[in-house]
């Protein structure tokens, strides 16, 4: 995880773009796994926990309704929350995560569903997981890709 953090860190600062964070599944783990890179001061503004429903409302404006339709863990939420991140640290880039770590299913899913999504000015995109192992695998595989994901972002 730590060659692939510090990797993001040196593609924003070489591009002297900014990133911010919305987590859920991740607990503030992506956030942590970036601020342990020596000088992510320069590029990573900040990060949001938004381990429940209600602190998705409050600070990210996802909807109660949209809660409702599609539940927490959904394509739709996790790109709410990244584009809401964005706009809110005024960064150019930000990553979201959503899922259900487990054990057990929540909200009708089964554990291991993760939703990442990275906002930038232009887009958003997206992308489902379907990942097994215990709460902490799932959770460290879910900081893993979106790592990796936003690596190959900044690589194009």
Known sequence: MNEIAISVVKKLKKKKVTLATAESITGGGLSAAITDVAGSSDVFLGGVVTYSDKSKTKFLGVTSALLKKESAVSERVAITMAEAARAEFKSDF?????????????????????????????????????????????????????????????SS
């Open 94 to 154: 930000a990553i979201a995560t959503t899922g259900v770590a487990g054990p057990g299913k929540a909200y009708g899913q089964k554990a291991g569903t993760v939703w990442i999504a990275i906002a930038s000015k232009k887009e958003t995109v997206s992308i489902a997981l379907s990942l097994s192992g215990d709460r902490e695998s799932v959770r460290n595989a879910t900081i893993v890709s979106a790592l990796a994901t936003f690596e190959r972002i900044l």
